[in-house]
């Protein structure tokens, strides 16, 4: 190659997709209508939060209760994870069963548009608040990097739900328009809305708003799956690259591949020995 052919003449080129083999592909979220994602957009930038009713079916919803009870075993072991709130981390490396929300078209769709190129997942957790828990912390998502507010935000999240979501059952609490704020926290006078929505909704948003899990004051559990995403060049909350064996990363689809950190952001951020990660797993 000559000097003229060169794909880095300045440092800005280094900000290109460079690899070789292994350029940068559509998420599945292209499949998405490119005017629902406008919408979708349009709310976000409004609310903050935006949620998507009845998803998933009912049995795709039973099979995620069925994958994820047995592993239910721990309550919280301080007011944020929730004295009885039963969580699950790292679900992404115990079952297959909730591989389709975190890769979900409609999720990756907004995605695509809110975070730069090969965002990462950054949790796949499954929540499950039992009758008597109080409210959950109000915080937001991407408060643990330092960076002050406002801004704009630097992860995004879903919350799943598995059973309905009511007013009394522990509904995800949020604090519509709070994405804006400086470093205030919410007070008493905030309006607050509580996210009813049936088994089978998402409700997606952005790191920077304020919400909470609910309290249960009624007699039954309230089951979700949380997906969260941050940008490509911040460290995720679970390090799956650890927590997943290669054999396993193997039988992924591209779009979690790609999220786990079989990716780059560009030029060298997530880079293995030099070159695209990805060639790990063409390798015994
Ligand atoms: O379970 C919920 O509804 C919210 C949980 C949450 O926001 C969290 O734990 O970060």
Redesign the pocket.
Known sequence: MSIDDDPVTTLDDLKNDLAGRHKRTASGGASVDPAIVDADMAALDRDGYVIWENLLSADECERIREAVTPGLEHTGRNA???RK?Q?IYSVLSRTRACDRLADHPRVLAVLDRLMMANYLLS?L?A?N?QPGEAA?LP?H?DGFYPIPRPRDPLAA?T?WAIDD?TADN????LFPGSHRWGRRPPGPDDPIKP?VMPAGSCVFFVGTLW????ANTTGEA?L?V?A?YCQPWLRPMEAFTLSISRDMARTLSPDLQRMIGYSIHPPFVGAVDGLHPIRLLDQP
């Open positions: 944020f994870e929730g709130t969580r949790a957790q929540i608040i959950q915080h998502d999240a919350i979501f522990g509904a995800t609490v996210v919400h909470g899990g609910g309230r979700a949380t969260q």
